[in-house]
């Protein structure tokens, strides 16, 4: 079945300093989703890529869609401590259902 | 607007019982999605509930279960609980359209003694 790959698993870093975590897909994906869920929290949708190449911005978080559409990254400049929390990225799977990846956990020092 | 809602929050059960999980969807959503959240792991898909019907299940065994009520609500039922059905389960809801965004319910944290 489809597989959402992404790495890193877990990355700590110094507070300002820039954040990435990279999202790749088995198959070729009609879109790509990003969501962010806070310690204790649940997922909540961050934003949604549908064309080959599109990059879309929300104030320092840059994601990009790949030409082939099978890989996706989201980057955070800058980082603040309110950025902590795990990163997902999801595709549609067989019968619509999202197929999510394991995550990218992100602490940062202050 | 009310989000996503699930009940109860927490569930403690010991092994061999049966645990019932409920969620209600954003109004004017009819699909309703549950995963599972392992502790420190992704989210597994588990059921997919699209007016009133079964649309997709995941790679769970058939003591996991569930249904959709006319009013779009859904319960998740996990029968014969073992050890490692410990986790949070995840409600998601969503306007039934292919490719739509997911809302998320807080979760119901399961506890298999």
């Known amino acids: 079945g489809q597989q959402v790959m992404q790495i890193p698993q877990y990355q700590h870093v110094q507070e300002g300093e820039d954040f990435t975590t990279y999202c790749n897909s088995s198959t070729t994906l009609s879109n790509i989703q990003w969501y962010k869920q806070r310690p204790g929290g649940h997922p909540v949708f961050l934003i949604q890529l549908v064309k080959s190449g599109e990059v879309k911005k929300q104030k320092r978080l840059t994601f990009q869609f790949g030409e082939a559409k099978k890989n996706s990254s989201l980057h955070i400049t800058a980082t603040q401590t309110t950025d902590v929390g795990t990163y997902f990225c999801?595709?549609?799977?067989?019968?619509?259902?999202?197929?999510f990846g394991a995550g990218t956990i992100l602490r940062v020092k202050s | 607007e009310a989000g996503v809602t699930q009940s109860p929050t927490h569930l403690i059960k010991t092994r061999g019982q049966q645990a019932t999980l409920r969620c209600s969807p954003i109004s004017g959503h009819t699909s309703v999605y549950w995963y599972q959240q392992a502790l420190g792991l992704g989210l597994q898909f588990l059921l997919w509930?699209?007016?009133?019907?079964?649309?997709n299940r995941g790679n769970f065994p058939p003591r996991f279960s569930g249904r959709q009520f006319p009013n779009y609500s859904s319960e998740l039922n996990v029968n014969a609980l073992e050890l490692e059905d410990s986790a949070l389960y995840l409600c998601?809801?969503?306007?039934?359209?292919?490719?739509?965004?997911?809302?998320f319910g807080s979760g119901t944290q399961l506890s298999v003694l």
């Open positions: 999801a595709g549609p799977g067989w019968g619509n259902k999202l197929v």
């Open positions: 509930y699209d007016e009133g019907e079964e649309r």
């Open positions: 998601a809801s969503s306007r039934g359209a292919t490719n739509e965004k997911l809302f």
